[in-house]
């Protein structure tokens, strides 16, 4: 058993958390809490168009200005030098998460976005990633600041990691948690060194 492939989340992970979730709710008129993405699907075609407009707009801006959350880049170059493979999963479009890749120099080896698979809490992504990089359940851990990252990873059958900088109920789900990524790489590289742990 050996570490092969770390799976992020985007935004509050490696990502500050640019987007306002409420602020695009009711811009688009949904009520407060719902899973936006699956709300959405549910809608009559015209209202559906106009509401991912809405949001493909939202996430661009967000992304145009977003920031790295501080050990963000560390963190992967030092995955990389252990040959570590690293993907983003993320519930994001495909061009909101270029933007932001490009704008940071992100070297990441896989990114899934809201196109191409069921998004999270699914299990699709990770399972899509794993199958990829030939990583099993056990050489794979997911990381993520919300509870549909810790249940995609549960549900694929990983290891997680709640990156939370306060207690939150969900978390008691995962197998670790974590405030910031400096504490994400600490134990990463327990599991480095002592793969069985
Ligand atoms: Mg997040």
């Keep these: 058993m050996a570490l092969k492939l770390v799976i992020f989340d985007l935004d509050g992970t490696l990502?500050?958390?640019?987007?306002?979730?409420e602020a695009i709710?009711?811009?688009?008129?949904?009520?407060?809490?719902?899973?936006?993405?699956?709300?959405?699907?549910?809608?009559?075609?015209?209202?559906?168009?106009?509401?991912?407009?809405?949001?493909?707009?939202?996430?661009?801006?967000?992304?145009?200005?977003?920031?790295l959350m501080p050990g963000a880049r560390e963190l992967l170059g030092w995955l990389r030098g252990r040959g570590v493979r690293?993907?983003?999963?993320?519930?994001?479009?495909?061009?909101?998460?270029?933007?932001a890749r490009t704008r940071h120099g992100l070297a990441i080896d896989a990114i899934v976005t809201r196109e191409t698979h069921t998004p999270k809490p699914s299990p699709e992504g990770v399972q899509h990633l794993m199958a990829r990089f030939g990583a099993g359940a056990d050489e794979t851990i997911v990381v993520g600041d919300y509870r549909y990252d810790i249940e995609a990873g549960r549900s694929a059958g990983t290891r997680t990691i709640a990156l939370i900088a306060e207690a939150k109920a969900w978390a008691k789900d995962a197998t670790w948690i974590a405030s910031s990524l400096d504490e994400v790489r600490e134990i990463l590289q327990r599991l480095i060194e002592r793969p069985v742990a």
Excluded: W, Y
């Design 15 to 21: 990502l500050e958390q640019g987007l306002d979730f």
């Design 86 to 99: 690293t993907a983003l999963l993320t519930r994001n479009s495909r061009v909101s998460v270029e933007t």
């Design 25 to 67: 709710r009711r811009e688009i008129g949904l009520p407060p809490v719902v899973p936006i993405l699956e709300t959405m699907e549910a809608l009559p075609p015209a209202a559906r168009e106009r509401a991912f407009a809405i949001l493909d707009r939202r996430e661009a801006e967000a992304a145009a200005v977003s920031r």
